[in-house]
C-alpha cells in the first residue's frame, strides 16, 4: 500500500489518531494501555510524532515497531522532518521505516529545536517540506505522504495567500493528504477547504482536532502553534478552573460537536491529536457512533 488516500474515497467519514514516543518506560506502559480502548475506536491508521529537532526519533521507530507487532492490521504513518538531517540522514530514516513496515509519511519542515527561534538549514539538508515530498517521490515511490495544512496560517507566513502557495506546492510535489493544524473554530476549517478548492488543492483536507482536558496545557500547546482559542470555549473552561473533571467534560462535549458538524459539513474524516491519552478522544467516537467494544 502507498498512499492512504483511498481511505477517503468512501462515504464513510476516516478516523485516525496521532501519537507521541513517551519520553520514560512508564509513559511506554501508559501508551499501549490507552493504546488498546483507541484500537476499539477502529481508526484507519495511526501516525506518530517526534520533538522539536528530531530528539525523540528513534523512539518515534520503537513505537511505531512495538504497534506493528500488537496491531500487524493498522497501517502506521511516521512524521519526518528536516530539522537536523542531512540528506543522507533523511533517506536512512525512511530506508528503516520501510523496513518495520512504515509506508507512509507525515512530511513536515519541523520545528527549531529547543532554545532557538528560527530554522536553519543544516549542510547538505533540506529547507522545505515541498523537497522533502520531492525526496520521497522521486527515490521512494513506494510510500504515501501527507504534508500539514494551517486554517489559521502559518506562524511564519508573511500572508495567508503565501501559506497556501506553499501548501499547493507541497501537494502539486507529491502529496496525497493535508491534515490541518489544530483549531477550534470550525469556521476556520470551511473557509480553509474552500481557498485550498479555488486554487486547485484536490486531495483530501482532513481536519486535525485536539480534545480540550486541560486548559492551562491547551493554552501551552496554541502558544506554540499558532492557534487560537475560541472565546467561547475559554469562557465555558473557565467556569471550572478548580475542577478537573469539569473541564474535561466542557471540552469532551466541545470537540464533540466541532466533529460532529465537521463531518456533517463533508470533513472527509477526523484527525485526533489524542496527546496519548483514550479516555476523551474514546467518548468523543462514542457518541459519534465510532466505536465497537471489546468482545
Not at 44 to 66: D, Q
Not at 121 to 132: C, I, K
Not at 211 to 219: A, D, F, G, S, Y
Amino acid at each position: 500500500m502507498k498512499s492512504l488516500s483511498f481511505l477517503y474515497e468512501s462515504n464513510k467519514p476516516v478516523i485516525s489518531f496521532e501519537l507521541f514516543p513517551p519520553k520514560t518506560e512508564q509513559g511506554n506502559l501508559h501508551l499501549f494501555e490507552h493504546l488498546r480502548e483507541l484500537i476499539n475506536c477502529r481508526p484507519a491508521y495511526l501516525t506518530c510524532t517526534y520533538g522539536a529537532g528530531g530528539t525523540t526519533r528513534e523512539r518515534t521507530l520503537e513505537v511505531l515497531t512495538a504497534i506493528r507487532s500488537r496491531y500487524p492490521h493498522i497501517p502506521l504513518a511516521s512524521h519526518l522532518t528536516c530539522v537536523g538531517n542531512t540528506t543522507d540522514e533523511l533517506r536512512a530514516y525512511l530506508r528503516r521505516a520501510l523496513s518495520i513496515g512504515v509506508e507512509h509519511i507525515v512530511a513536515l519542515r519541523g520545528d527549531p529545536p529547543k532554545g532557538e527561534i528560527s530554522f536553519k538549514q543544516v549542510p547538505d539538508g533540506l529547507s522545505y517540506a515541498s523537497e522533502l515530498v520531492r525526496l520521497i517521490v522521486a527515490e521512494f515511490p513506494q510510500i504515501g505522504i501527507t504534508v500539514a495544512g494551517y486554517p489559521e496560517t502559518h506562524p511564519e507566513a508573511p500572508s495567508s495567500a503565501v501559506d497556501l502557495e506553499n501548501l499547493k506546492r507541497k501537494v502539486d510535489a507529491g502529496a496525497d493528504i493535508v491534515v490541518t493544524q489544530l483549531f477550534f473554530e470550525n469556521m476556520d476549517y470551511f473557509r480553509f477547504r474552500d481557498r485550498c478548492d479555488e486554487i486547485g488543492i484536490r486531495v483530501p483536507i482532513v481536519p486535525g482536532i485536539l480534545p480540550v482536558t486541560n486548559l492551562t496545557q491547551t493554552r501551552r500547546i496554541t502558544s506554540m502553534c499558532g492557534t487560537h482559542l475560541s472565546p467561547r470555549l475559554v469562557r465555558r473552561l473557565e467556569v471550572y478552573n478548580d475542577d478537573d473533571e469539569g473541564q474535561y467534560a466542557v471540552g469532551v462535549y466541545y470537540a464533540a460537536r466541532q466533529a460532529e458538524e465537521l463531518i456533517a459539513q463533508g470533513a472527509p474524516g477526523i484527525h485526533f491529536y489524542v496527546l496519548n491519552k483514550s479516555r476523551a478522544t474514546a467518548q468523543i467516537c462514542r457518541s459519534l457512533a465510532l466505536f465497537t467494544p471489546d468482545n
